[in-house]
């Protein structure tokens, strides 16, 4: 079993910035792929960034891409997501998941299906 639990999530405005982290527990972190995902009010989950169990490759959703940057620690069992020049509408609630598998490919990996593991969430606000 995997336990993940995100923190870092807060009140923001436009053009800031915000580090949100995932930590996790229990089953080797090191061999998950791990993504975040986010989900406005009214609005379907949407993948936001993934990477690889290495951290050597990492995949962004256009609307974040030059923005957000995603990293891993193995040896701390965390996942980051650096989130700079923040707009209003990356508004949200952020939440990490991560799959049993070590690798997803391109339309997996934006699937929260393709996750076994999620965690409650965080907050994300960002004010005009």
């Known amino acids: 079993q995997v336990q993940l639990v995100e923190s870092g999530g807060g009140l923001v405005q436009a053009g800031g910035s915000l580090r949100l982290s995932c930590a996790t527990s229990g089953r080797t972190f090191s061999s998950s792929y791990t993504g975040w995902f986010r989900q406005a009010p009214g609005k379907d989950r949407e993948f936001v960034a993934g990477?690889?169990?290495?951290?050597?490759?990492?995949y962004y959703v256009d609307s974040v891409k030059g923005r957000f940057t995603i990293s891993r620690d193995n040896a701390r069992n965390t996942v980051y997501l650096q989130m700079n020049s923040l707009k209003p509408e990356d508004t949200a609630v952020y939440y990490c998941?991560?799959?049993?598998?070590?690798?997803?490919?391109?339309?997996?990996?934006?699937?929260?299906?393709?996750?076994?593991?999620w965690g409650q969430g965080t907050q994300v606000t960002v004010s005009s």
């Open positions: 990477i690889s169990r290495s951290g050597s490759s990492t």
């Open positions: 998941a991560a799959s049993i598998y070590t690798s997803l490919d391109s339309i997996r990996r934006r699937s929260g299906s393709a996750y076994d593991y």
